[in-house]
């Protein structure tokens, strides 16, 4: 599975501010209700859901909040640089910078776990996260998050 398969350039957000977990959640259900169709209310209400199971803050900086919604045709991913870093109760205790939503129909089954890998797999290059913290340009974040790689190609 490839990114630009769920990302699209307008889902791409280069400079975000918020102040807490929760309102960072909810700036990502409201970009992701315009990009989805979905009501804002209903993604945040599976984001939050989903963080009371455990945190999606998988360390280094990385937040990969998701969740499956009712009513999604495919799956949708967002791509959020934080202007300031901001606690999300992460593996690691750091607070971070990087997010990627990805939200997934509820019948999605194993897609929505190969996308959620291959997100994982990415953003888990350090490389990769430093070019990302180093761009501001949303054309330039989407090029870095969509760069064909060698392990891509074989997911």
Do not use: W
Not at 5 to 22: D, F, H, Q, R, Y
Not at 39 to 60: A, Q, S
Not at 68 to 87: I, Q
């Amino acid at each position: 599975m490839e990114i630009t398969e769920i990302l699209s350039l307008e889902a791409v957000v280069p400079s975000l501010k918020a102040t807490s977990k929760k309102q960072l959640l909810q700036e990502l259900a409201a970009r992701a209700a315009r990009i989805t169709g979905e009501p804002e209310r209903k993604i945040f209400d599976v984001l939050l859901e989903r963080e009371r199971l455990g945190t999606t803050g998988v360390g280094n900086g990385v937040a990969i909040p998701h969740g499956r919604l009712p009513g999604l045709k495919r799956l949708y991913g967002l791509f959020v640089r934080m202007d300031e870093a901001v606690a999300f109760d992460a593996i690691d205790d750091a607070p971070i910078d990087l997010v990627f939503l990805l939200l997934a129909p509820d019948v999605a089954g194993a897609d929505h776990l190969k996308a959620l890998a291959r997100v994982s797999r990415l953003l888990r290059d350090r490389g990769i996260c430093e070019k990302l913290r180093a761009s501001e340009s949303r054309d330039a974040l989407y090029a870095i998050l969509t760069e064909p790689t060698t392990s891509s190609q074989a997911a």
